[in-house]
């Protein structure tokens, strides 16, 4: 185990540095000039190549890197180009709200999906495995941004149960925080549930095909027992597996779901920054959430272990 976590740290180091590279690179050689943009369209050619030399623009390709990638080792992941602060200091004011719709998505997807995964392989063929079948249609078809705007329509607008937009810190009260995230995490995990319930129902169908499951129900196993004590423990490394992967994806719907309830989170950043061209924003959301799915997955894989004594490294 032990020397399998550290080739896996050794390969997660070259996996970021190819991910540096490449962030650093894709938006070097994007067209559009920040200088420019920063100057405004009647700015004159003197100032634009001022700022060109103050942003450090004007050095050689392997010098900007160079020195970004040095400051990001150290923790220091530049200056806004617009805003003039911190890079890590306004990811830090954007946490919250992404951390917070994150967990309430995993938390719904995970119970919601399992739990209507094991009941349609339980019972195949019957009701839940058919509305199963139409909510994962449903889910894996429609857009985040479809959804989002029908729940604010309903849900918001049209009843006034639930708040249009927006977002409230835990500091203001629970209430309001959860009231504003309500719609939001019901609009992300909608494609997360359809896809988490379908790996579980095939998982637990295969498992509960097995020659030791009819024997445990021979001997008088209860329906409990067989399926948690014996399926669902047998099943878990697909779901598992799943539920991994969700975290990728997870992270370009939180960035849809932010701007269509308009939630001042990491998603907002990175759509305002691209719109501004503010590379050293990009650059460093991309770094954290690259570095974060990379430890996901780490994780994931040692969880294995767990589930499965039979896995060894």
């Known amino acids: ?102 967990i309430l998505t995993i938390i719904v997807s995970v119970t919601i999906g399992v739990s209507f995964g094991i009941l349609a392989a339980w019972r195949t063929g019957g009701l839940v495995d058919r509305l199963l079948a139409a909510f994962s249609a449903f889910g894996y078809s429609v857009p985040v941004f479809v959804i989002g705007y029908f729940l604010i329509y309903f849900f918001a607008i049209k009843t006034h149960w639930l708040p249009v937009q927006g977002y409230r810190p835990v500091q203001e009260g629970l209430g309001p925080w959860f009231m504003h995230l309500i719609l939001p995490t019901v609009a992300l995990s909608f494609g997360f549930i359809a896809f988490i319930a379908r790996v579980t129902r095939a998982s637990m169908l295969e498992v509960l095909s097995e020659d030791y499951m009819r024997t445990a ?55 305002d920054a691209i719109n501004s061209r503010d590379y050293p924003i990009i650059q460093g959301v991309l770094i954290l959430t690259s570095g974060l799915y990379v430890l996901v997955n780490l994780a994931v894989d040692l969880a294995y272990t767990l589930i499965d004594p039979r896995i060894r490294y």
Request: glycine content about 10%; hydrophobic content about 55%.
């Open 1 to 102: 185990m032990g020397i399998y976590i550290l080739r896996r740290c050794v390969s997660t180091i070259a996996v970021m540095a190819m991910v540096g590279i490449f962030v650093f690179l894709l938006l070097r050689l994007a067209p559009g000039d920040p200088a420019a943009m920063i100057a405004g369209k009647s700015a004159t050619a003197e100032a634009v190549a001022a700022i060109r030399e103050q942003l450090g623009l004007n050095e050689a390709m392997p010098v900007q890197f160079a020195h970004w990638a040095l400051g990001v080792l150290s923790g220091d992941f530049g200056m806004s180009i617009f805003s003039g602060l911190p890079v890590i200091e306004l990811i830090s004011q954007r946490l919250e709200p992404t951390i917070s719709l994150s």
């Open 217 to 271: 129900a021979a001997k008088g196993a209860s329906s409990y027992s067989m399926l948690f004590h014996h399926a669902l423990k047998n099943a878990g490394v697909p779901i598992l597996t799943v539920i991994g992967v969700s975290f990728a994806y997870m992270i370009g719907g939180v960035v849809l779901t932010e701007t269509v309830f308009n939630i001042p989170g990491i998603g907002r950043l990175v759509v």
